[in-house]
């Protein structure tokens, strides 16, 4: 985890993107911290996997998308569509995450555990939200870096 957080440090470049990745980052480990305390050890194994999964392919999308930056010979009406396409991927990454947990709880449902799936799903969309929020920040500061280089 150490390790993704420092990868995602140096690939950023404004402080915006770096304070909200690193709220992001927050995010993930205050779940993992939550499913650690509640689930079993296959289970959490599980989630860890997928998390770190998660995670390579927000750097994958990020590296992407600061190679697209670099190369100036682009349009700016391709840096907005390839950035939809990547919050439309987003978007797609995080309901497959919802749809495992719901599997996950349904397998191992009591009144107990329905407590925790409801705290799951706040925490999923809380998730949500900060995605939004950053993808929308690196549109932004996408946009700033085209004006720069015209």
Do not use: Q, Y
């Not at 690193?22 to 939550?34: D, E, G, K, N, Q």
């Not at 919050?87 to 329905?114: G, H, K, Q």
């Amino acid at each position: 985890m150490r390790m993704t957080m420092t990868t995602m440090m140096t690939m950023t470049t404004t402080r915006r993107r770096t304070t909200t990745i690193t709220m992001t980052m927050m995010m993930m480990m205050m779940t993992l911290m939550m499913m650690i305390t509640t689930m079993t050890t296959i289970t959490m194994l599980l989630v860890i996997v997928t998390i770190m999964l998660l995670l390579l392919l927000m750097t994958m999308l990020l590296l992407m998308m600061r190679w697209r930056l670099k190369s100036r010979t682009r349009t700016r009406a391709t840096t907005t569509t390839t950035t939809t396409t990547t919050t439309m991927m987003m978007m797609m990454m995080m309901m497959m995450m919802m749809m495992m947990m719901m599997m996950m709880m349904m397998m191992t449902m009591t009144m107990t555990m329905m407590m925790m799936m409801m705290m799951m799903m706040m925490m999923m969309m809380m998730m949500m939200m900060m995605m939004m929020m950053m993808m929308m920040m690196i549109d932004d500061d996408m946009m700033m870096m085209m004006i720069m280089m015209r």
